[in-house]
């Protein structure tokens, strides 16, 4: 019901509706009558027999996709795990339950966990998605039904395609805070203990809290916390940090053309702008309102460079921050406890190889690009790849607590939407439908995920460090 | 071990360098504290400040705005209360004038008064003891009342609620509405015991949070401002009067024979319908008019003394009431309310009303006129003595407001401390009286992180240790589910442990994360990298596999198992959905559901300090575990 709301207000806010009433009803009509529309598939599910024929194959086309690619998936992952065979041509054994009973005993717990709990929940959710699945009373199965109805939704495609934006967002923040937070720790001569508690310290409140806390900070109106200090700094202090920003990155970028790696430093280059852009654009309301000449505008870039912005900002109503705001909170509770994985290995770099860069005239950025990156790929490449999976999956209780998803604010994402239908509209089986969808999309990450961890092994890097 | 060469730390460069990382550290430290430094000057907020964003609260700096936030708790948060009580109009607590002129002798002389006179529990309403606008927040009376009763009862609810005549299903829930008996419709109510202690604990509260109730403010507070607005002009125009402001009268004792018609008026129907009869007297020589009105209504005295449960002979021995007795209701007080309103026989239509002229005042501030009078005799004698210039004594208001400014200013670090912690000492108050809350959360945490240590170690070692020939096969099982989506196995988990009767149970908690695939991994990984010559002379020395296992693997990966003990502890203490989900059962809650649904119906003071209690146990561990957890954290490197 509030969505249509929620729709009229922002359009109100951002002089979209029409002053005029007669065009002004119009607009607020076709809210509702889409939000309607909307509805009464939801509760209703009434369509054609041609539109359900059609549904049903376009279902199968994708089903069938789907197995293909997870029976290809499989022996992927399979051979990925399988070692190579023995060099000496001998005979393996394939199990050696007799000689290993021992072995198979303390396996036999973690096994049946994992089967009950994993596997068994697991089966029996994929039956769901065939079914309209009923808690009380008996489920029936509709075939490729919910698939179909999936793939014509368009709020699912709009959610998968907010999903995609989170995602981009969630891995733009929060993945490099952490490292870079760890080589500056790293750095400190003094104080590293201080510092690493004060960072770790938001982690000690429950995620959900986080959140709570955040939206507190995000109210509305001049009085939010968060609203005080943005609308206390001046523009040029937003260019001045945007400035920064772009500087540090040039230098990276400068080293790099240095060494002729030139694709590199164009990305460098180009998030050195991107970054600019974003912080600076916190001072457009100040320095360009709109409504006036481009003379004006010139005349008056000095004397509103040291003015602050008076609207204060709807953080979580507005459709350009909302998505931003409720990855923020995340970028702040996960810094601390992200950055002990990177700390742990950046004391495992052996000292010689500072020393050997040292030697050869190496600078502090040439140290990071070339002796701890090489270092750490391997952490970062999982890292990657996990956080940028988790942020597919995990973004349902974050996003909820913030905007509640809605679609005026554009964050309802593809796990929200599974979310919803599952609790709030009980259909099972369309949200399961839905989850494995959304597993099929995000497939080749999951088994790069497992590539690379069948290529590694896991070594307790701090144990070597002398206290 | 840094990046930065050890060598030419002294150059300008690096210098600058180092102090820019410090600078960008410090600022980022700035942001990580910030919120939590809001959260802890938020526990003392209450509803004077809940808007403000201060990190060092106003009211621990500035004395004007502990002054207001004093008077705000002590009028228990109810606004108009204040402006009934101190006789003075105002919006909001923060619009409170501090007083200038402290009347320090007419205070003295108050406290005397109050001391000599030693009003019972009616005459005053008790601050500190419940916030009407901060919910949940229990100030300090409250918590002694409530202390008392748990003590008398020896925490026995049900024991108490029998005694005191009430139902509360938890501690928790106890309450009391204190509020001032100054209109006509709030009326004490000693039958229920649990009220009759409250009375009793009245007395036994500080003198100085006791809040007299007055008929003169109650009749600008709630009768005149509602109807003439706080603007006098408005007053004077339907009055056909000149006052300046709202000071320049007062309630008169006594039927205003020189004023206008209006005010008569007024003054006629606030008394005979709308003050409480606590307050209001008739004169004695209307005695034989109130027994003729008593005789109309009953006809004979027996009816009468069945119905007044009283033994009199004939009604020429009945009076009008010197005081009101308890229980403060029934047919006797009623009679006389009615007899204030006036009542019409039914059978000859004869009216009988207490004549206007021989109704007379008696609330606080009128004997404390008469206390006065009686103290100086004359105006001059007690201006003489106070060093005031009223010309009458009627002018004399009781000086509550500045008796209260001036214990409230002498009682400044008692009260800021209660200010600051009374939020917390509520919420550990709830979770020590949640019963199994604290027990069902150690004894979650504890299973949770006991079978993280056996079970996926155990594992791992089969695994690394004997090689088996099927080890990536079983590795790959364990890993797989990885490759699903974790949403489709929710809703049948939740029926699965239905099904299986493990629903409020610990089982439900600890079962479905007894074993988990990438901790096996991780850990198969560290077993891998222990020395294999360690193993060998172990069993040259003939070592049994237990001993291998707990003496060289287990022991040599401590720092490991230290980081997977804390993530199972993390995990298990900020579980609520689950906790919440699987078990309903409130014997079956650990903390976090217990905060949770502490904070729904809280105010943002009580939230925060509730967050801040729940954080303490993991924050302590962090710190405590600092450097075994840095130890402990395994880095991927390629092979």
Redesign the interface.
């Known amino acids: 019901m509030s969505i249509p709301l929620q729709f009229a207000e922002s359009m109100e806010l951002s002089d979209k509706l029409s002053s005029d009433p007669k065009l002004r009803i119009e607009q607020l009509r076709k809210i509702i009558r889409t939000a309607e529309a909307r509805a009464n598939e939801l509760m209703i599910g009434d369509i054609t027999d041609a539109e359900r024929t059609k549904r049903r194959v376009i279902a199968c086309c994708v089903l069938a996709g789907i197995l293909v690619a997870y029976f290809f ?2 022996r992927k ?2 051979r990925i ?3 190579p065979k023995s060099i000496l041509g001998v005979k ?5 339950f007799r000689r ?1 009973v ?3 005993m ?2 036999v ?3 049946l ?2 089967l009950m ?6 089966a ?3 039956v ?2 065939f079914q309209d699945y009923k808690i009380i009373g008996k489920s029936i199965f509709v075939g490729v039904d919910n698939f179909g109805n999936l793939i014509v939704d368009s709020y699912w495609w709009a959610s998968i395609w907010n999903a995609f934006r989170y995602s981009m967002l969630v891995i733009s923040l929060t993945f490099l805070p952490p490292m870079i ?1 760890a ?7 003094k104080g590293k ?1 201080l ?15 986080t959140m709570l ?2 939206k ?2 995000y109210e509305p109106s001049e ?1 939010g ?1 968060l609203n ?1 200090i943005i609308l206390s700094i001046p523009a040029a202090g937003f260019i001045g940090i945007g400035a920064i920003l772009m500087i540090i990155c040039f230098m990276f970028a400068r080293r790099l053309a240095f060494y002729r790696l030139w694709s590199v430093m164009v990305i460098f280059i180009i998030v050195g702008f991107i970054l600019f852009g974003a912080v600076s654009a916190l001072a457009f309301p100040v320095l360009f309102p709109g409504h006036e000449s481009i003379g004006q505008t010139l005349s008056q870039f000095f004397p509103r460079l040291i003015q602050t912005n008076s609207e204060p900002y709807r953080w979580l109503f507005n459709p350009n921050t909302a998505m931003i705001a409720c990855v923020i909170p995340m970028v ?1 509770a996960g ?2 406890p992200g950055c ?2 990177y ?7 052996p ?1 010689d190889y ?2 050997a860069a ?1 030697l050869d005239g190496a600078t ?1 950025i040439d ?2 690009l070339f ?2 990156f090489p270092t750490l ?3 970062i490449v ?1 890292n990657f790849v996990g956080a940028f999976i988790s942020s597919w ?1 995990a973004s349902t209780g974050n996003i909820l607590v913030m905007t509640g998803g809605d679609a005026a604010t554009k964050t309802e994402t593809a ?1 929200l939407y ?2 919803y239908k ?1 609790f709030t509209y009980l259909n ?1 089986g369309p ?2 439908a839905a ?2 969808m ?2 099929f999309i995000l ?1 080749g990450f ?2 790069y ?2 590539q690379i ?1 069948s ?9 070597t ?1 002398k ?1 | 071990m840094s990046i930065i060469s050890t060598i030419g730390r002294k150059s300008l460069k690096v210098r600058c360098l180092i102090w820019s990382i410090y600078l960008v550290l410090t600022l980022g430290a700035l942001t990580m504290i910030y919120p939590f430094w809001l959260m802890i000057s938020g526990t003392g907020k209450s509803t004077t400040d809940v808007s403000e964003l201060k990190l060092i609260p106003a009211y621990l700096v500035d004395d004007d705005a502990y002054y207001r936030k004093t008077v705000a708790s002590l009028f228990n948060e109810a606004i108009v209360t204040a402006q009934m009580l101190y006789n003075k109009p105002m919006h909001d607590f923060r619009q409170l004038e501090i007083p200038t002129d402290l009347k320090e002798k007419l205070c003295k002389d108050w406290e005397e008064f109050l001391d000599k006179r030693n009003f019972p529990f009616y005459y005053y309403m008790l601050g500190h003891s419940h916030a009407t606008v901060s919910n949940n927040t229990r100030p300090e009376n409250f918590r002694n009342y409530k202390d008392a009763l748990f003590e008398e009862f020896n925490g026995d609810l049900s024991a108490m609620n029998d005694a005191k005549g009430t139902e509360f299903a938890t501690w928790n829930a106890l309450m009391v509405n204190e509020q001032p008996f100054t209109a006509r419709r709030t009326i004490p109510n000693p039958t229920v015991k649990y009220n009759e202690e409250w009375y009793m604990h009245k007395g036994t509260a500080p003198k100085h949070h006791r809040i007299y109730s007055n008929a003169s403010g109650f009749f600008k507070g709630s009768f005149l401002f509602p109807q003439y607005s706080k603007d006098i002009a408005n007053y004077n125009k339907s009055h056909k009067t000149s006052y300046k402001s709202y000071e320049d009268f007062e309630l008169t004792r006594r039927f205003p024979a020189k004023g206008t018609k209006k005010e008569q008026e007024d003054w006629e129907f606030f008394v005979r319908e709308i003050l409480n009869l606590f307050w209001i007297r008739v004169d004695a020589s209307q005695n034989p008019h109130f027994q003729a009105y008593l005789r109309a209504k009953y006809h004979n005295i027996a009816s009468l003394n069945k119905i007044y449960r009283t033994k009199y002979k004939s009604f020429a021995q009945i009076k009008l009431p010197t005081e009101i007795p308890a229980p403060y209701h029934g047919a006797q007080i009623s009679d006389f309310g009615e007899y204030l309103k006036g009542w019409v026989d039914p059978v000859d239509k004869k009216l009988y009303k207490a004549p206007a002229k021989s109704i007379y005042l008696c609330s606080v501030e009128f004997i404390f006129r008469d206390f006065l009078k009686e103290k100086y005799k004359t105006v001059a004698a007690m201006n003489k003595a106070l060093g005031t210039k009223y010309t009458s004594f009627e002018q004399v208001n009781i000086p509550q407001w500045e008796y209260h400014y001036t214990k409230i200013m002498a009682d400044k670090s008692h009260q800021r401390w209660e200010f600051m912690t009374r939020n917390f000492k509520t919420v550990f108050a709830y979770i020590a009286l949640q019963g199994r809350g604290v027990i069902n959360t150690v004894i979650y945490c504890v299973l949770a992180v006991l079978c993280a240590l056996t079970f996926n170690p155990l594992a791992a070692y089969a695994l690394s240790r004997f090689q088996l020939p099927s080890t990536y096969k079983i590795l790959l099982f364990l890993m797989l589910t990885m490759a699903f989506p974790q949403m489709v196995t929710q809703i049948p988990n939740f029926l699965m442990m239905r099904e299986l009767g493990l629903l409020n149970t610990f089982g439900a908690l600890v079962l479905p994360g007894l074993a988990n695939g990438y901790s096996i991994f991780l850990l198969k990984g560290f077993f891998d990298s222990l020395p294999k010559e360690l193993y060998e002379s172990a069993m040259l020395d003939g070592a049994s596999e237990t001993r291998i296992f707990l003496q060289i693997t287990m022991s040599l990966s401590k720092p490991i198992l230290a980081v997977i003990a804390l993530n199972a502890f993390t995990h298990a203490y900020s579980n609520f959905m689950m906790a919440l989900l699987i078990c309903q059962d409130q014997n079956m809650w650990t903390l976090m559901p217990w905060l949770y649904q502490l904070q729904q119906s809280s105010c943002q003071a009580v939230i925060y300090a509730s967050l801040i209690i729940a954080s303490i146990p993991t924050f302590l561990i962090f710190m405590l575990c600092q450097n075994v957890i840095m130890r402990g954290i395994v880095v991927p490197v390629e092979k």
């Not at chain 1, 393996?92 to 050696?96: L, M």
């Not at chain 1, 700390?343 to 770099?349: D, E, F, R, T, V």
């Not at chain 1, 290529?455 to 144990?463: L, P, W």
């Open positions: 998936v499989f992952i399979f795990f399988t070692p393996q054994e394939t199990w050696g290993h021992w072995a198979y303390l396996l717990p973690a096994v966990t994992i709990w994993q596997y068994l929940p697991l029996r959710g994929s769901m998605a937070l080589i500056l720790l790293q750095e400190v001569p203990l510092f690493r508690m004060i960072y770790y310290l938001p982690a000690v409140i429950s995620g959900l809290v806390l955040w507190q900070f009085f916390a005080q702040w810094m601390g002990l994985i700390l742990a290995a950046l004391k495992g770099i000292e500072y020393e040292d502090f140290k990071i002796v701890v790929k391997a952490l999982i999956y796990g599974i979310w599952a099972f949200a399961t989850a494995w959304l597993a497939i999951t088994v995920q497992l961890l290529k590694v092994e896991f070594k307790n890097a701090g144990a460090e206290k």
